[in-house]
């Protein structure tokens, strides 16, 4: 079974190459790094690029994919539009980390790309009506100067901001990191309560449907 990974950072492809080797030996991961889809997106509207990303699931699924698991939070919901209008299993990596979060009650998300707040939120609302859930409480948090490291190649000091914003929240029951490459600061916290990263069951819930 073979899963094509559409990325908008060269980043993540260590973190899930990681994950594969101690969660699905034997999984073929093909990575598809696209950072022109996050800038576009993040100015224009993520519907902006649809036609790009239908264009490189269609050439992945070409190439033997049996599924596509999108990484970016910010494109998550353009990704899924696709594959179901494509009829191909599409991904986004944030959904299982919501439908999680939405189980245990008051939500903070904390992002470093303004881009992926409203996407995130869009998300959880539709997890928690799904769940039943229709009075979710979400509060946002943008993590002041983190993607400019992040952008800079400062990946320590990004997570390091990263780790000190979820340490200043005190009234949730869970903490959602937005963007997968967040998901490094949950061992830089002190926090007690649970914080919550989409990598792992993302890519559980990829391998599953690539499987079938």
Not at 149 to 168: I, K, Q
Request: charged letters at 20%; a negative charge; one cysteine or more.
């Amino acid at each position: 079974m073979s899963l094509a990974l559409l990325h908008t950072s060269p980043v993540h492809v260590p973190v899930f190459d990681a994950l594969r080797d101690a969660h699905h030996p034997g999984l073929v991961l093909r990575h598809l790094v696209h950072k022109d889809l996050l800038d576009r997106a993040g100015v224009q509207g993520p519907e902006t690029v649809t036609g790009d990303v239908e264009a490189l699931v269609a050439a992945a699924v070409a190439d033997g994919a049996t599924a596509v698991l999108c990484t970016c939070s910010t494109i998550g919901g353009v990704a899924e539009s696709v594959g179901a209008r494509l009829g191909v299993p599409v991904l986004r990596v944030d959904r299982p980390m919501a439908a999680a979060a939405v189980r245990a009650g008051r939500v903070t998300v904390l992002a470093a790309l303004h881009s992926t707040l409203e996407p995130t939120c869009a998300l959880l609302a539709q997890e928690a009506e799904q769940a039943g859930e229709p009075g979710l409480e979400v509060r946002t948090v943008l993590v002041d100067g983190a993607w400019e490291r992040f952008e800079a190649g400062d990946h320590d000091g990004y997570l390091d901001l990263v780790a000190a914003a979820v340490d200043a929240v005190t009234e949730a029951d869970v903490i959602v990191l937005a963007q997968a490459s967040m998901a490094g600061a949950v061992t830089r916290t002190a926090t007690r309560i649970p914080v919550l990263s989409s990598p792992r069951p993302g890519l559980d819930a990829a391998a599953a449907a690539a499987a079938h």
